[in-house]
Structures are given as C-alpha cells and as structure tokens.
C-alpha cells in the first residue's frame, strides 16, 4: 500500500509562483511512476505532468510554466508552477503507479487527498 501526501497548495495572485509537494510512504518509490493530476469545479481530473526516472512529461497547458521533480532520497514528488493564471485553479492531486498509461487518472493505483490551489485575477 502507497499512501500520499500532497502540500503547498494556497491562494495566490495571477503571475505569481507554488511548489507543490508530495510524500510517499512506499519503501520502493524509485520505481514508482508520479504524476500529477488536477480537477477544478464541474470539469473532470485532468493530466498536468509526470516523472519517471529522469523523464518528465507535460499537459501542453502547463508545459514551460511548469516543472516536476523528484527526490528519491526523501520519497517527495515536487510540482514547481510559475507564472500561474486563473484557469490553474482547480484541486492538485499527486498519484502514483508502476505502469500506467501517462495522461489517463484511472490506470493509477494511488492518490493523495489533494490540495486547493486558487489563483485570482
């Protein structure tokens, strides 16, 4: 069983910058693929970017603005969002699996209770 913990969501201005965190309580978290996924009011969860190994992937909506990372050492999955826009409002939810198919939500096995990030005009 993976549990996650996701933090550092809040309420921010429109250009300003977050780091979302998340902590794994799995002993073999290295060969976890990680995303994150995000799901604002009356719209369905939605891929943002995922980590695996050293690869990275990107939503097309996010890419440039925004970068995941990963440290093994402490089981954290990290989600650094500059340039924020109102449209990025929405609950981020960090996930996990072993082999899933990248943008889609239900081929991962694990989820966190997600964070509110609301970025105002």
């Known amino acids: 069983q993976v549990q996650l913990v996701e933090s550092g969501g809040g309420l921010v201005q429109a250009g300003d910058s977050l780091r979302l965190s998340c902590a794994a309580s799995v002993r073999t978290f290295s060969n976890y693929f990680m995303a994150w996924f995000r799901q604002a009011p009356g719209k369905e969860r939605e891929f943002v970017g995922a980590?695996?190994?050293?690869?990275?992937y990107y939503a097309d909506s996010v890419k440039g603005r925004f970068t995941i990372s990963r440290d093994n050492a402490k089981n954290t999955v990290y989600l650094q969002m500059n340039s924020l826009k109102p449209e990025d409002t929405a609950v981020y939810y960090c996930?996990?699996?072993?082999?899933?198919?990248?943008?889609?939500?239900?081929?991962?096995?694990?989820w966190g209770q997600g964070t509110q990030v609301t970025v105002s005009s």
């Open positions: 980590i695996n190994g050293g690869r990275t």
């Open positions: 996930s996990a699996a072993l082999a899933p198919s990248l943008e889609i939500a239900r081929t991962y096995d694990y």
